[in-house]
């Protein structure tokens, strides 16, 4: 239903635009008063780039702050992340993730980039703090926000946004109307602006999820995803429909598909119940992080990392590492 509303395909979209008027006038008041000085932002003293969307829903924010993260990596840049901690409840704030940090403290996001890239990552509501305890531990060059576009307090230095290609901003209107927490013409005043599938338009950066072989979660053999036996599909991600036509497209059949709330917790209970005998379970990897420590022996994720084509890519990662430097 909410899909069908963001979209205009409902028209009950008309209802909620009281509220929506509503929250723009707070979210465009709340960007005046740091505009303008009234309220004051905390600027690090490393760079900081902000990787967000203007739209609710997952769009592959994630898997770019991986990509930025690996690349910067490549060219010899310590970098560090923040996330607000969506899905996670932490005894005390900020907190540095360790290999032992669970996603029920952290969120599976936060989780998800510490184990692929091994970089120092933090959180807390207040992003500032989360800077702050990466830089009493850590001697970072640069620190990548994991969304926190709308997130004024923290001064940024560099703004991409990702937007989902297939979506783009459904009806324009903010929420709970439509997806906006911004109108797409703060897209003027952005750095970059990165497109996940569908049609770029002018000066869009084009980018496609490329899954990798599907990598078993209890022992960490890896297969590729069509040769696995009578599939269920799981996703608990912004979009899972992007996560079944995933699997579609690499030749798989999923018997059922299981679309979930996006930083849905998850226990085994819940997951087991999923399939019977003989099925096999596949899941993203922003799931496997919060099933790995009970997952049976034919459970599977497939994980996906960005690819971004043009030249766009390159002088935005030489933009950055000058800035790190």
Known sequence: MIARIWSGESPLWRLLLPLSWLYGLVSGVIRICYTLGLKRA????????????????????TPVVIWLVEHLQQRGIRVGVVSRGYGGKAQAYPLL????????????????????????????????????AILAHHDVQIIVTDDGLQH???????????IDGERRFGNGWWLPAGPMRERAD??????????????????????????GLAVNLRTGERCDVALLPNIVAMAGIGHPPRFFATLAACGANPQKCVPLADHQSLT???????????????????????????????WWYLPVDARLSGDQPDVLLDRLTSLAR
């Open 97 to 132: 993730l360790t290999a032992d940090t669970t996603t029920a403290e952290a969120g599976d996001e936060p989780v998800l980039i510490f184990q692929r890239t091994g970089v120092p990552v933090a959180v807390s509501p207040v992003r500032a703090d989360a800077v702050k």
């Open 152 to 162: 004024y307090a923290l001064a940024r230095d560099v703004e991409i946004v990702v």
């Open 186 to 211: 703060r897209l003027k005043s952005v750095d970059a602006a990165i497109v996940n599938g569908g049609i770029p338009q002018a000066g869009e950066i084009p980018m496609r999820l490329e899954p």
């Open 42 to 61: 905390w600027r690090a003293p490393v760079p900081v780039v902000v990787v967000g969307n203007l739209t609710a829903g997952g769009n592959g924010k």
């Open 268 to 298: 085994y209970s819940d997951v087991s119940a999923l399939l019977v005998a003989g099925q096999t379970l596949v899941m993203t990897e922003k799931d496997a992080v919060k099933c790995r420590a009970f997952a049976e022996d034919n």
